[in-house]
């Protein structure tokens, strides 16, 4: 790893004044999960300032806020998915979180660091878009908020700028009537990256009928976004294997529509369209399925 | 290049040190402290060999920055006897013959303390998770999975 100087924070103000003096040479640290490895990396990108804000008491925690759920940025993956929170209301976000490298780098990595090292295989952003979340930014010229979905610019770029600093993420429980779930598929159980995973949310009447659906793939769009095309079919209707799968088709040919024919596209247009339906079986009460599940 | 000063208390020892900041734990348990117990693999965090407990959680050694731990409490493979006596982890792996080449065995080692200083009865699967993280080329795990499982009863018995 090359030389860098290094500034221990203790307050987001702090931060603030230090990135605006240091920007765009500083890096700002929080678990350091990814950022290690491309330090190390030997044509990696090299800070020459690292602010460490992983020690500000006031970013790290999980709370309820009225309708809503504060998940500030520096809570690891593993207070994620041990919330009872996060658990009861964003039971999605919960199994996400679970998924991610090892019990060793849940410990350490940051729910706000997956979000800024906008990887297209960060696990926690698919739920939380499909959650609604919106950022705060912060820095010495000021605040601002922003949907998470209108947060990414390309893989590994976001619009925040370099002086601004992630300070909250938060987003609506979800109602009684919606349910939730995440695949993700690895090459492997453990230390797995995403090849392809899908958040869901569905939202049905007690007869079953579907109210709103939410569906945003991960690893399969150069920025996440919800698939509004797949989810209007699902409106109005009641849930069975061939509306998912249909749903899951034309996720599918979304997919391939933005991003070309690629070497990896033969694998992940059919599997996409796989995962979108189980994603959103699981989100239905087997009792309301109009025709078996076991396609 | 500055240094920074840093106090760290290491398997109960309390350090008062001056570190590069761009060392890692790993760097600093190694190369400054000798502690070559921790083993250094694949540093990307993939491996779980130079796994060491931060405040009692498992972390990989490679993947701290060395000034982040800072007011904090490591231990390594080296704490883990107490008194010329191993701890009963130890004993099993060495009963189930849990330790091939040994590579693996101190992350092994930290990874299972932490889940039974959480839990000291877990089940087949919460073992497993918890040494997820870990790779281990030689034992196919069973031995690992085994000696974890029975550490408790072990103790008890001893």
């Known amino acids: 790893m090359r030389p860098f100087e290094y500034i221990p924070i203790q307050s987001v103000?702090?931060?603030c004044a230090h990135l605006a003096e240091y920007a765009p040479d500083a890096s700002i640290l929080a678990g350091g999960t990814d950022l290690l490895i491309e330090w190390r990396r030997p044509t990696g990108k090299s800070p020459k300032v690292v602010v460490d804000i992983s020690h500000i008491r006031g970013l790290s925690g999980i709370a309820t806020d009225g309708g809503e759920v504060s998940l500030k940025p520096l809570t690891t993956h593993t207070e994620v998915l041990k919330s009872r929170i996060i658990r009861e209301f964003a039971p999605l976000l919960a199994k996400a979180a679970s998924g991610i490298g090892s019990p060793q780098i849940r410990n350490r990595g940051t729910v706000g660091g997956n979000i800024m090292n906008a990887a297209t295989c960060a696990d926690t952003v698919p739920p939380l878009i499909a959650l609604g979340a919106k950022v705060t930014l912060q820095s010495k010229r000021g605040s601002r908020q922003l949907a998470l979905?209108?947060?990414?610019?390309?893989?590994?770029?976001?619009?925040?700028?370099?002086?601004?600093?992630l300070i909250d993420i938060r987003f609506p429980k979800l109602s009684a009537r919606t349910r939730g779930a995440f695949i993700k598929l690895g090459r492997r159980n453990a230390l797995s990256i995403s090849r392809l995973s899908v958040a869901a949310l569905l939202e049905q009447h007690s007869d079953g009928t579907i109210v709103s659906a939410c569906i945003v793939p991960g690893a399969a769009f150069p920025t996440w976004q919800r698939v509004a095309e797949a989810e209007s079919m699902l409106g109005g209707q009641k849930p069975s294997s061939a509306l998912f799968a249909a749903v899951g088709q034309r996720v599918s040919e979304v997919m391939i529509a933005q991003t070309g024919r690629r070497w990896s596209t033969e694998y992940k247009e059919p599997v996409i369209a796989v995962l979108v339906r189980r994603a959103l079986e699981q989100c239905t009460v087997q009792s309301v399925m109009q025709e078996g599940a076991n396609a | 290049m500055t240094k920074c000063a840093i106090t760290t208390t290491i398997n109960g020892r309390a350090y008062s040190l001056s570190i590069f900041p761009?060392?890692?734990?790993l760097d600093l348990l190694r190369d400054e402290l000798g502690l070559t117990g921790t083993k250094c693999g694949c540093e990307i965090g993939e491996c779980g060999a130079c796994t060491v407990l931060l405040d009692g959680e498992a972390v990989n050694a490679c993947l701290v920055l060395a000034p982040q731990v800072n007011g904090r409490s490591i231990l390594t493979v080296e704490g883990l006897a107490k008194e010329g006596k191993l701890d009963p982890l130890q004993e099993s792996f060495m009963d189930h013959d849990a330790v091939h080449c040994g590579?693996?065995?101190?992350?092994?080692?930290?990874?299972?303390?932490?889940?039974?200083?959480?839990?000291?009865?877990?089940?087949?699967?919460?073992?497993?998770?918890?040494?997820s993280g870990n790779l281990c080329r030689c034992t196919g795990y069973v031995q690992i999975v085994d000696a974890i499982k029975n550490t408790a009863v072990h103790h008890e018995t001893k």
């Not at chain 1, 979905?149 to 600093?165: C, G, N, S």
């Not at chain 2, 299972?112 to 497993?128: G, S, W, Y």
Request: charged content about 25%; aromatic content about 6%; overall charge negative.
């Open chain 1, 13 to 15: 103000e702090e931060a």
């Open chain 1, 149 to 165: 979905a209108d947060l990414f610019i390309k893989p590994y770029h976001t619009r925040a700028a370099a002086d601004e600093v």
């Open chain 2, 22 to 25: 761009h060392q890692t734990l």
């Open chain 2, 103 to 131: 590579f693996c065995t101190p992350g092994m080692l930290l990874s299972a303390k932490a889940l039974l200083d959480a839990n000291p009865h877990p089940d087949e699967t919460e073992i497993r998770t918890a040494i």
